[in-house]
């Protein structure tokens, strides 16, 4: 993927997910994947000014992609099940370490 800034490193690749509810907290929206149909929804749900409480993005950093999930309350859940990058063949434990090393620094 690329940046329209020369020197970025960092790349939001794509929303996988996301989940929120209405401003009278009388529905509850959550959507996942990639297909065209969770996209739309997305972004439908998104212009109506809803309240977003989690959402999930494909990050790219150099040739890593990751992907994280984050909350209002500010904690980030790692998906290391779907990682793609250097790390990939290492021990696990140690490919978990760095992989969550990368997302924090």
């Known amino acids: 993927m690329e940046s329209l800034v020369e020197d970025c ?5 794509k929303i996988i997910g996301f989940k929120g509810s209405t401003n ?3 529905a509850e929206v959550k959507g996942t994947g990639n297909k065209i149909l969770n996209l739309l929804s997305t972004l439908a749900f998104l212009f109506e000014n809803e ?3 989690n959402i999930k ?6 040739r890593e992609t990751i992907d994280i999930s984050m909350d209002l309350n500010g904690s980030v859940d790692i998906d290391l099940e779907n990682y ?7 021990i696990e434990e140690e490919k978990n370490a760095k992989v969550i090393l990368t997302v924090f620094l």
């Open 24 to 26: 009278d907290r009388l």
């Open 9 to 13: 490193h960092l790349i939001l690749q």
């Open 51 to 53: 309240n977003v409480s």
């Open 57 to 62: 993005p494909k990050i790219g950093y150099e």
């Open 84 to 90: 793609v990058g250097q790390y990939m063949y290492d």
